[in-house]
Structure formats: structure tokens, C-alpha cells
């Protein structure tokens, strides 16, 4: 079959889609891949899929552009005659949908999370809910990570009766392995995320250095990519003695295998933490707040704690209740953590639900 995967940017397609890409080409499908330009792109070449270059404003809201990636959409369809589309994120569910429906292409649909403009109501809730009934209305499935998403969807009448659900993006078990859990020489955590509000980073940066106060012994890192607003204030910390910056990180299991814990206390509506599912299946404990995309993945007290979102104080008092554990006892919440990815969050759940579409249009022709 040819198979068209309309995306918003390369890394999230190669890291979290690399799997399903590869077996749909080892089955003896052609498949496209419509995204914007990305380093990542030979990566997805190399795989066998043939990459079609499309810009997207990814957070712009100008209608005008939104009209052309439309009719870019239309114009890629028309030209590989795909039997079925995958899209991800809201623009392309969005516009690749509007452009699926409107030529009788099967096309399933992945809520990778509500995004801001959803999440905090108002006009633009209004706006994008309105592209998102016009978008799928004719969809085939339209795949959930979470809970929270579905019930939202559900009650705003957009797409009953095609809602399915999956465990995220899934955590590839094979590459993300369990990893030696390190001395206690030092305690060390680690935050991975963009260095932005909404990630948590001013709850991240408030905790470290009131526990670097009061446990020497401690580390805290932070990988990812810093926003300009927090490039002085990691600057300064980091210069302190606070924190750890190491800037994008590209191979994650070193710094898995320095730490003892993740922390991740974002308030972003995310569909599902690929951070907590790989820390997870590493071994690595979790501390994350209450909120879905995040409780989904953690057993409070067993692999992990909750924490309140937006609360410095509640994150420093898990933190400190993590300090206080015995190292068998957070060498086990590790463990219990990688048997809890393992059960739930295997990335092949995902790839065989796709596959199941691709049958199921198959099962129609």
C-alpha cells in the first residue's frame, strides 16, 4: 500500500515513530513523509521513506498560511495517491485531515496532547475546536494518549464513535534498556525538557536550590533546550554550584546512568511523557506532577511520587521524602518502574494498532 505520514517536525517523527516507519517498510509498503526541513531528515531517508518538504508555522495562527498548507496537503495527495494518511499533531490533523476528507482518503488521526490554546479556554479554545470538527470529520480513527484528551473530545460531540486509545507513543524496550543503578556518593536528579514555564523549570530550579542547601551531597541536572528568558538564570545557578546545564542532549542513557532520579513537573497539556516512559524504562524512579500525559505513567509511592503542579514546595518535599529512601528502596522503584513500561507502554502496542488500520482499509478495497 502507500502509506502518507503528514508531521510537524522530524526528530518527534524519528524518535517516536522510527519503529512503526520501519516495519511498515519492511512489510512492503511505499511510504511518504510530509514535514517541514529538520537535521533529522537523511535519518528518515535512510529508513526507505521518501521525505516531501512542507513548511508549517507551527504555533502561528495566520490563516492565510494554514489555507496554503492545506492545498499543499491536497497537492501531495493528489500526487502519490496514498491509501491511507497518518497525521500527527494539531496542524496536520487539522489541515491534513480537511484535506483527506475532502478527496475520499482514509486518514487517522494521533491527539499528541490538547496544546495551550485548547487547554486554557477562550476564543482560541472556541477557534480550534472549530478547525478540529471540520478536520476530522470524516476520519477513520482518531487515537488518544490519554484519558483526560479522550473525555474532552468526547464531550464536545468532536469525532464519537471513532475514538481510540494508545500508551502514548510507547517506549522502544530494546534501545531504552535498565541501566546499573549508580552509587550514593552523590544523589543525582535530572530535568529533560525544554527549559520553559510550562515544563516546570522555575518549580525544577526553586527545589535545587533549596536542597543543594541543605544535602550537599546533591546534583541536579538539566538537559534540553533553554529558552532565551532562562539562559541568565541557568547561567547563574550553574555558576553557583546549583545546577548541572548540558544543553540538548542526544544520547539519554548516559545521563540516565549518573542519576538517581528523573524529575519532570511540567503543566504542558502533553498527550503522553516520552521522558518519563524512557526514564522508566531504564530504571530510573520518577517524580511528576498530578496532571494527564504524566499520572498515567507513575504508581504513586512505587516507582515514583505525584507532586501538585506548580508547587515548589510539595516538589521539595518529594524530593526530600526521595532523600530519605533507602537505596534499596529507590533501586526498586526504578525496577518497579521498568516492569510498569514494560506491561503498559511497549512502543510494538502502538505499532500493531497502526497496523490494524492499515488492514482494516485493506478489509474495505
Same mark, same amino acid.
Given at each position: 500500500?502507500?502509506?502518507?505520514?503528514?508531521?510537524?517536525?522530524?526528530?518527534?517523527?524519528?524518535k517516536?515513530?522510527?519503529? &512503526?516507519?520501519? +516495519?511498515?517498510?519492511?512489510?512492503?509498503? !511505499?511510504v511518504?513523509?510530509?514535514?517541514? /526541513?529538520?537535521?533529522m531528515?537523511?535519518?528518515i531517508?535512510?529508513?526507505? +521513506?521518501?521525505?516531501i518538504?512542507? *513548511?508549517i508555522?507551527?504555533?502561528?495562527?495566520?490563516?492565510? $498560511?494554514?489555507?496554503?498548507?492545506m492545498?499543499?496537503?491536497k497537492?501531495?495527495?493528489? *500526487?502519490?495517491?496514498?491509501d491511507?494518511?497518518?497525521? =500527527?499533531?494539531?496542524?496536520?490533523?487539522? =489541515?491534513?485531515?480537511?484535506?483527506?476528507?475532502?478527496?475520499?482518503?482514509?486518514?487517522?488521526?494521533?491527539? !499528541?496532547?490538547?496544546?495551550?490554546?485548547?487547554?486554557?479556554?477562550?476564543?482560541?479554545?472556541?477557534? !480550534?475546536?472549530?478547525?478540529?470538527?471540520?478536520?476530522l470529520?470524516?476520519?477513520? !480513527?482518531?487515537?488518544?494518549?490519554?484519558? @483526560?484528551?479522550? @473525555?474532552?473530545?468526547t464531550?464536545?460531540?468532536?469525532?464519537?464513535?471513532?475514538?481510540?486509545?494508545?500508551?502514548?507513543?510507547g517506549?522502544?524496550? $530494546? =534501545?531504552?534498556?535498565?541501566?546499573?543503578?549508580?552509587?550514593?556518593?552523590t544523589?543525582?536528579f535530572?530535568?529533560?525538557?525544554?527549559?520553559?514555564?510550562?515544563?516546570?523549570?522555575?518549580?525544577?530550579? /526553586?527545589?535545587?536550590?533549596?536542597?543543594?542547601?541543605?544535602?550537599?551531597?546533591?546534583?541536579?541536572?538539566i538537559?534540553?533546550? +533553554?529558552? @532565551?528568558?532562562?539562559?541568565?538564570?541557568?547561567?547563574?545557578?550553574?555558576?553557583?554550584? #546549583?545546577?548541572?546545564?548540558?544543553?540538548?542532549?542526544?544520547?539519554?542513557? @548516559?545521563?540516565?546512568?549518573?542519576?538517581?532520579?528523573?524529575?519532570?513537573?511540567?503543566?504542558?497539556?502533553?498527550?503522553?511523557?516520552?521522558?518519563?516512559?524512557?526514564?522508566?524504562?531504564?530504571?530510573r524512579?520518577?517524580i511528576?506532577?498530578n496532571?494527564?500525559? +504524566?499520572?498515567?505513567?507513575?504508581?504513586?509511592?512505587?516507582?515514583?511520587?505525584?507532586?501538585? $503542579?506548580?508547587?515548589?514546595?510539595? &516538589?521539595?518535599?518529594?524530593?526530600?521524602?526521595?532523600?530519605?529512601?533507602?537505596?534499596?528502596?529507590?533501586?526498586?522503584?526504578?525496577?518497579?518502574?521498568?516492569?510498569?513500561?514494560?506491561?503498559?507502554?511497549?512502543?510494538? #502496542?502502538?505499532?500493531?494498532?497502526?497496523?490494524?488500520?492499515?488492514?482494516?482499509?485493506?478489509?474495505?478495497?
Amino acid at each position: 500500500m502507500r502509506i502518507l505520514i503528514l508531521a510537524n517536525n522530524d526528530i518527534g517523527l524519528y524518535k517516536f515513530r522510527k519503529e &512503526l516507519l520501519e +516495519c511498515l517498510i519492511s512489510d512492503g509498503h !511505499t511510504v511518504y513523509a510530509s514535514l517541514p /526541513e529538520g537535521d533529522m531528515i537523511p535519518d528518515i531517508e535512510a529508513l526507505g +521513506c521518501e521525505v516531501i518538504k512542507t *513548511e508549517i508555522s507551527r504555533h502561528g495562527t495566520n490563516p492565510v $498560511q494554514d489555507l496554503k498548507l492545506m492545498q499543499s496537503y491536497k497537492r501531495i495527495i493528489k *500526487e502519490k495517491k496514498p491509501d491511507i494518511v497518518f497525521t =500527527y499533531t494539531i496542524k496536520p490533523n487539522v =489541515y491534513g485531515g480537511a484535506a483527506c476528507a475532502s478527496l475520499n482518503v482514509p486518514y487517522v488521526a494521533n491527539i !499528541t496532547g490538547l496544546g495551550s490554546a485548547v487547554e486554557n479556554g477562550g476564543m482560541m479554545q472556541k477557534i !480550534t475546536l472549530s478547525l478540529y470538527r471540520y478536520g476530522l470529520r470524516k476520519a477513520q !480513527t482518531v487515537f488518544f494518549q490519554n484519558k @483526560e484528551n479522550e @473525555e474532552f473530545f468526547t464531550n464536545k460531540g468532536l469525532a464519537l464513535g471513532k475514538h481510540k486509545m494508545l500508551p502514548g507513543s510507547g517506549v522502544n524496550l $530494546q =534501545y531504552y534498556l535498565p541501566v546499573e543503578y549508580p552509587g550514593e556518593d552523590t544523589i543525582e536528579f535530572v530535568f529533560v525538557a525544554r527549559l520553559m514555564k510550562e515544563k516546570g523549570i522555575d518549580q525544577y530550579l /526553586e527545589m535545587a536550590k533549596i536542597i543543594k542547601g541543605k544535602y550537599p551531597h546533591t546534583q541536579f541536572h538539566i538537559c534540553g533546550y +533553554c529558552e @532565551e528568558a532562562y539562559e541568565d538564570i541557568v547561567k547563574e545557578q550553574q555558576e553557583k554550584g #546549583i545546577v548541572i546545564y548540558h544543553g540538548l542532549v542526544k544520547n539519554m542513557q @548516559e545521563i540516565y546512568e549518573k542519576v538517581h532520579c528523573v524529575v519532570h513537573p511540567t503543566f504542558y497539556p502533553e498527550g503522553l511523557s516520552n521522558v518519563l516512559l524512557e526514564a522508566s524504562a531504564c530504571a530510573r524512579p520518577i517524580i511528576t506532577t498530578n496532571r494527564s500525559g +504524566c499520572r498515567e505513567v507513575i504508581d504513586d509511592g512505587v516507582n515514583g511520587y505525584i507532586v501538585k $503542579q506548580q508547587d515548589s514546595k510539595d &516538589l521539595i518535599e518529594k524530593v526530600e521524602k526521595f532523600i530519605g529512601l533507602t537505596y534499596g528502596q529507590k533501586m526498586a522503584m526504578g525496577t518497579a518502574g521498568r516492569a510498569k513500561v514494560e506491561k503498559e507502554f511497549d512502543r510494538q #502496542i502502538v505499532v500493531r494498532k497502526y497496523l490494524n488500520e492499515i488492514e482494516f482499509v485493506k478489509g474495505m478495497n
